[in-house]
């Protein structure tokens, strides 16, 4: 069995204290993209209400588009428009 002298003891304490050290960083940074894509959803619902108040009209058809939605509105004068709102 090997001799155990300070100079272990100091290593050993001293790797184990970066090791439990590095456990909140690695946690902390697998929360980071599921935060991230909470914050940047959209539903087609608040798509429509956003292509709405920037247009105005009757929200005809909301459609994926890419990271976004493709809003098709009625406009008062019968024109048909299509917005593309982004997440």
Do not use: H, N, W
């Not at 909470?38 to 990271?67: D, E, F, H, P, Y």
């Amino acid at each position: 069995m090997p001799k155990r002298t300070p100079l272990t003891a100091v290593c050993r304490a001293l790797v184990i204290g970066m090791v439990l050290a590095a456990f909140p960083v690695v946690e902390a940074q697998a929360q980071k993209p599921r935060i991230a894509k909470q914050q940047q959803t959209m539903t087609a619902q608040q798509a429509a209400a956003k292509a709405r108040a920037l247009r105005g009209g009757k929200v005809l058809k909301v459609s994926r588009k890419g990271k976004g939605y493709a809003v098709r509105l009625l406009q008062d004068s019968g024109r048909v428009v299509t917005v593309i709102i982004k997440e």
